[in-house]
């Protein structure tokens, strides 16, 4: 993926994570900082199917998991699957179609499973959808609603490139033909082996109390001594608890290890809950955001 992507080790190494913990990730950051190119250069590495579904205001349901066609002939209904049946799927732009086309993605991120009519078909494993997203200021877009939100393992932000990063992209992209090209290196069967593996990882229990501490700690910072009073609305839910434990899996093995640290916890913290968390309009006049919250609770919970 390096050979493609120039910098953004922090995206990259984010995206392999979702993808071996079996979790969904959202991006978010302005046009033109490599979310789709990365996702597609993922997707070049793996022998597996790649869908790109590109969400605009007209979208319909059916758009994206498929519908029944009447055939006049013979008098029956025929499946036509949609564009969510592959392995990765990338939603570009997901908060441009409206909330009705996001809901139809619940059931296939959650159940891995899409029901069209009455009938229920079971997708691929592994399954992924990795969703990019502008920032919400931006014209025509819709805000992702709390649900849909929740089951984005992470999300993402992105920056933009250092200097020096710039203008190596200026060497490598600044061409009009022989762009470079992943090729595929990994196929589905390695990537499961490799979820096994992570599922063997070690995490001790002092190490499971710190991740339930730090999510029921948005819930009811009070109890841990931490002063938010008034600041947070809604805290991550045990969803969190799970992602933040697979996560932590995820980066110890990418790291080579066979346990997880507290560190690994931290590091991969925000991403797991800056969306999970929801804060109170007193915060947001007090220009306090979720991101803050989260910081302040790594910052005065004890590390074991």
Do not use: W
């Not at 978010?28 to 250069?41: M, W």
């Not at 991120?109 to 592994?126: C, G, H, S, W, Y």
């Not at 920032?135 to 089951?151: K, N």
Request: glycine share 6%; with cysteine.
């Amino acid at each position: 993926m390096g050979k493609v992507v120039v910098g953004q080790t922090y995206l990259m190494e984010r995206l392999i994570v979702g993808l071996l913990a079996n979790g969904h990730v959202l991006l978010e950051g302005v046009p033109g900082l490599a979310k789709t190119l990365s996702v597609k250069t993922l997707a070049n590495c793996l022998h597996v199917k790649f869908n790109r579904l590109q969400f605009t205001p007209d979208m319909l349901p059916a758009d994206v998991v498929g519908t029944q066609i009447y055939n006049p002939q013979t008098g029956a209904f025929t499946t036509r699957k949609g564009p969510i049946f592959a392995n990765l799927v990338l939603a570009d732009e997901i908060n441009r179609a409206p909330a009705k086309v996001q809901s139809a993605l619940l059931e296939a991120m959650q159940e891995r499973q899409v029901t069209i009519a009455d009938q229920t078909f079971k997708l691929a494993d592994p399954f992924l959808v990795l969703a990019t997203q502008n920032p919400i200021e931006q014209e025509g877009t819709y805000p992702l609603p709390e649900a849909q939100v929740d089951r984005f393992m992470m999300k993402l932000k992105i920056g933009y490139p250092t200097r020096d990063e710039e203008r190596s992209i200026l060497d490598l992209m600044a061409r009009t033909t022989g762009l470079p090209e992943a090729r595929a290196v990994v196929d589905p069967a390695q990537i499961l082996e490799a979820r096994q593996v992570i599922n063997e990882i070690y995490v001790d229990d002092k190490v499971k109390d710190y991740i339930v501490d730090l999510v029921c700690a948005t819930r009811e910072p009070q109890r841990y001594n931490i002063q938010l009073q008034g600041l947070i609305q809604l805290g991550a839910s045990p969803r969190a608890t799970i992602a933040l434990t697979l996560t932590a899996k995820a980066l110890a093995f990418l790291r080579g290890r066979g346990f997880v640290t507290p560190q690994d916890v931290k590091t991969i913290g925000l991403d797991v809950l800056r969306h999970r968390v929801t804060v109170t309009y007193e915060a947001e006049a007090e220009e306090k955001t979720s991101e803050m919250v989260i910081q302040k609770i790594f910052e005065e919970l004890p590390v074991p």
